[in-house]
C-alpha cells in the first residue's frame, strides 16, 4: 500500500547533505581519478585488440585501424579538454583517498568501489562479449 507524501516534504528528504570528506584540495576536471579513466581506455582498446585478433584478415586492415584511432580520439580529446583547466596548485586526490572517501554524484555517495563497479560494468560487458565471439569464432 502506498502513502501520500506532499512534495516539500519528498524534496526536503532528497536535499543532498554537504560531505563532510572534502578536504582543501584541489579539483579534477572531470572529479575522477586519471587511473579510472586508463581503466575504461585500457577496456575499451582490449575489445577492439581482442575481435580484431579473433577475426583479423586482409580485408580487416583499414577498419580496424579507423576503430582504434576512433577509440584513441574519443580518450585524447577529453584528456585534451582537461589540460586546459587552470592549475590550482593544491594537491589532487590520490587514488587510496579515491577509494576511501568515494565520490559525490546527484543520486547520493558512492564509495570508491561502487563508483568503479558504476563506470566499469560496460567496459567489462564489452570485453566479455568480445571473449565470447573469439571463443565461438575459434569453435567454428
Not at 6 to 27: D, H, M, T, V
Not at 94 to 107: A, D
Request: glycine share 8%.
Amino acid at each position: 500500500m502506498t502513502v501520500h507524501q506532499p512534495i516539500a516534504q519528498f524534496a526536503e528528504q532528497i536535499r543532498p547533505a554537504a560531505s563532510p570528506l572534502r578536504r582543501n584540495r584541489g579539483e579534477r576536471t572531470f572529479e575522477l581519478h586519471p587511473a579510472v579513466h586508463f581503466m575504461v581506455i585500457g577496456a575499451y582498446l582490449a575489445f577492439a585488440g581482442i575481435l580484431g585478433t579473433a577475426f583479423m584478415g586482409k580485408d580487416l586492415v583499414v577498419p580496424m585501424a579507423i576503430v582504434l584511432v576512433s577509440i584513441a580520439a574519443l580518450f585524447i580529446t577529453p584528456g585534451l579538454w582537461a589540460r586546459v583547466s587552470p592549475e590550482d596548485g593544491l594537491s589532487k586526490q590520490s587514488w587510496g583517498e579515491f577509494m576511501q572517501e568515494g565520490v559525490e554524484c546527484i543520486t547520493g555517495h558512492l564509495t570508491g568501489g561502487q563508483a568503479l563497479a558504476q563506470i566499469l560494468v560496460l567496459p567489462a560487458l564489452m570485453v566479455s562479449l568480445a571473449f565470447v565471439f573469439a571463443v565461438i569464432k575459434a569453435t567454428l
